[in-house]
DNA sequence: CTTGACTCTCAAGCTGCTGGAGACTGCATA
DNA sequence: TATGCAGTCTCCAGCAGCTTGAGAGTCAAG
């Protein structure tokens, strides 16, 4: 019979771990003196020491170890578990692998450009939104703003508030100032259904944005300066190996009159 | 200005992590109310969140991008912070692969055996070891354990007491039972330095015995048997694509006269 | 009998949040 | 004006697998 210091040196597990492990059930101790609570292991024990370190190895947590030593698991039971698991840890090695290729990413941007970026490109995971919008082919990319503010003032009247950010939809393939082919989106509750053509007599459409992956940044500043960013997404994209999957949208994320400037949410649709 | 729920549902990001960014310092809201408390953020502040997101996208914690984006920090430094994470995912990569190997393994040999086996091989890190030992070639595997007794008859009149459980080391590149190459190592305090002569006139050695990664097993009962875990060490070891990097050692775990029969720790040391 | 190494039992800490309890706040409706 | 009710606030606990530390007791040797 060892005491835990002994043992802890023959197994080569921390005498704390041995402690823990004592605690939860998983590997009590051969005996324990009822006077000083001192914890006594015997070398048989270390069969069962050693799967516990092998299955925990596997990635298996130590509630599990414990169903599968002490209630003596059927096979099949088992098996369900590692593919399970297998899975699992796939899913790890291929996410670890994409984060190890972004700091790579990173890293020769520093070294080519010496410091980080100021805006950031960031995937997130968007949702379906149900909008009320309206679409038009501008022959000036300066008409988009009226075109929204158009949007407004024909839902407020109708009593429709917009419950997010109103946002634009290009679905041009290509970008052509001449004949630019844009959607204005106002989110709305679910409930609405009816709504009222523009003062300029447009007619709006109720449809649900389908959401999904997207690459987003955020651009802050005057709008000229917006296709600085879409330069910058496409590297992005094609840096990290994903596709577009959609057509860009931007959101209006200030009042106009906001004192801190405009900024727009630039989001591509990716997969 | 939006409050906490908003601001959320525009970045995508929940409101308790929002509130835990804010208790941290690391997006404190544009402006607290004073009296109700209530957040407000501003959307000039999504250019921060899109920078901390994308940073701990990288793998870095919340400390680590407070300096970044706080302290303004040196793009030399920035540079070696990323090697590092660099070399440390680079490192869970090739764990968690090794791990996936391991669970699929595991996997084919319940299919073929339908159930876990009872010995367990597991990667160990052993340290090194001051030892006395005495080194002969046997013509009769069964004289290994005279061979102990007698190191231990020398020992203990002399006042040496090792502190550990005494091990072999097979010396053999292949197992020969007719001359048998074996070393029998007792642990020793540093200290020890005089060593006397074993009754049958062997002489000790004394030396340190080097430590290093092994493939470690139990095997407990008889002794006959223990050929069976040699063989399944070694298939073990190329498994894994591992490579044998030293003779193998045995420890000898229990008393003789031990009423759970003979523990026995065998150890390759591996690369 | 003392010393020093070991052991015990609690409790807290790590990381990045999440979820819940109990109390307010703010806006909209009855 | 009262009343909801959704949103917000501040704690506090929990996760997983230990590790560390405090304060107290135990064991073997000198």
Redesign the interface.
């Known amino acids: 019979m060892y005491r835990i210091g002994e043992f802890s ?2 197994c ?1 597990v921390p005498v704390s771990a041995l402690r823990y492990y004592s605690d939860l059930g998983l590997l009590p101790p051969e005996s324990i003196d009822p006077e000083s609570g001192y914890r006594y292991y ?3 024990q ?2 069962r020491l ?2 516990i ?3 925990k ?3 298996l947590s130590l509630e599990e170890i414990s169903a ?1 030593l002490d209630e003596d698991l059927p ?1 099949g039971e ?2 369900g578990m ?2 399970l ?2 899975a699992e ?2 899913q ?2 291929s996410e ?2 994409a ?2 290729a ?3 990413n ?2 020769r941007m ?2 080519s450009e ?3 970026p ?9 949702e379906d939104v149900p909008v009320v919008s309206i679409r038009e082919v501008l022959s000036n990319p300066q008409d988009v703003g009226m075109l929204i503010a158009d949007g407004y003032s024909a839902l407020m009247p109708a009593g429709i508030m917009p419950i ?2 109103c946002f634009s939809i290009y679905h041009d393939p290509e970008f052509d100032p001449t004949a630019l082919d844009v959607e204005i989106a106002y989110p709305v509750a679910e409930t609405v259904t009816d709504v009222p053509d523009t003062p300029g007599g447009r007619s709006f459409e109720r449809r649900v944005v389908r959401g999904g992956r997207a690459a ?3 651009h ?1 500043g005057p709008y000229d300066m917006i296709d600085q960013v879409y330069t910058r997404i496409g590297k992005w994209i094609s840096d990290h190996e994903l596709q577009i999957a959609g057509e860009p949208q931007e959101a209006y ?2 009042a106009p009159d ?1 004192p ?2 405009p ?1 727009t ?1 630039i989001r591509f649709p990716v997969a």
Chains 1, 2 share one sequence.
């Open positions: 040196k023959i080569r015997s070398a048989g270390l069969p050693n799967r370190l092998a299955l190895d596997l990635g599968i096979a088992l098996r590692l593919r698991k297998r840890i796939g790890r090695v670890e692998q984060r190890l972004r700091v790579e990173r890293l520093i070294e010496d410091r980080m100021d805006q950031e490109i960031v995937l997130k995971e968007l997010g950010a987003v940044t955020i802050q994320l200030t906001d801190g400037g900024v949410e």
